[in-house]
């Protein structure tokens, strides 16, 4: 084969193949560069301001978006949230298609579905989960107002809350207990959080998988999400 023709049949192979690759590539979203526990915390909380702040950029909400995540998914933080209408996390953190994996259950608790759920996102390569528990949760107050008051009897739950009543009690218990805040709805709400994140560190095997876990609490005043990690302890004062 002359060499003029065998260099043009290489050069065509290689525009088809660069063709095709760039095609496949614009198809599909690339999995992001892993990042550290700081960083997520760092890209929520910015995220965060964005929405407080009223400077949302919207991003990933598009038909392009949409078709880059037909095949895979790459969120970079999964949230247990509330159900609470007022607490919509793509919205709170300002998110698109395919940025965050959500999952929302009334209190934020860890039934067994919410587990299997951040197993199933753990498992195909999210690494970070935060619990995120709010101001004035409904379900938390139920509990917490069903408990006996000093004087008198508390107000029952109703009967088809009682799975989550189960879930919410030990920790809506303690917080009152300790009364370690003036506001013990707030307190039950962060000690609910941190037993929740506690409780999700041996379901998900955290070390095992080197997954991460973030609390946060979210103020419906303000709109601001406050972040904290560690040893599981409540933080020492609320934010107002
Ligand atoms: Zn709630």
């Known amino acids: 084969m002359p060499l003029q023709t065998y260099v043009r049949r290489i050069t065509v192979l290689c525009a088809v193949f660069c063709f095709l690759g ?13 990042l550290t526990n700081e960083q997520v ?30 095949d895979d998914q790459h969120p970079f933080v999964a949230v247990l949230s509330c159900a609470d209408s007022r607490v919509p996390p793509e919205v709170i953190f ?11 259950v009334a209190g934020n608790v860890a039934s067994k579905e919410a ?14 989960v935060l619990v995120l528990g709010h101001e004035s ?55 609910n959080v941190v037993s929740v994140a506690r409780g999700l560190a041996v379901s998900l095997e955290a070390l095992r998988t080197k997954v991460t876990i973030i609390g946060g609490r979210y103020d419906l005043h303000s709109g601001k999400v406050q ?10 004062a609320a934010i107002h």
């Open 22 to 34: 760039s095609g496949v590539y614009a198809q599909q979203a690339a999995a992001p560069a892993e």
């Open 41 to 70: 915390v760092k890209k929520l909380k910015d995220a965060n301001e964005r929405y407080w702040d009223g400077k949302m950029t919207h991003l990933h909400q598009d038909a392009d978006r949409r078709k880059e995540l037909i």
């Open 94 to 104: 300002d998110q698109g298609l395919g940025d965050i994996f959500v999952v929302r």
């Open 115 to 128: 587990i299997a759920s951040l197993r199933y996102i753990v498992e195909h390569g999210t690494k970070h």
């Open 137 to 191: 949760c409904g379900a938390v107050k139920t509990v917490l107002e069903s408990l006996p008051p000093t004087k008198g009897k508390g107000v029952a739950a109703p009967a088809y809350m009682q799975s989550l009543v189960n879930l919410l009690l030990t920790p809506v218990r303690k917080a009152r207990e300790e009364s370690r805040f003036e506001d013990t709805l707030d307190n039950a709400v962060r000690e």
């Open 227 to 236: 972040f904290w990690t560690g040893a599981w302890q409540p933080p020492p």
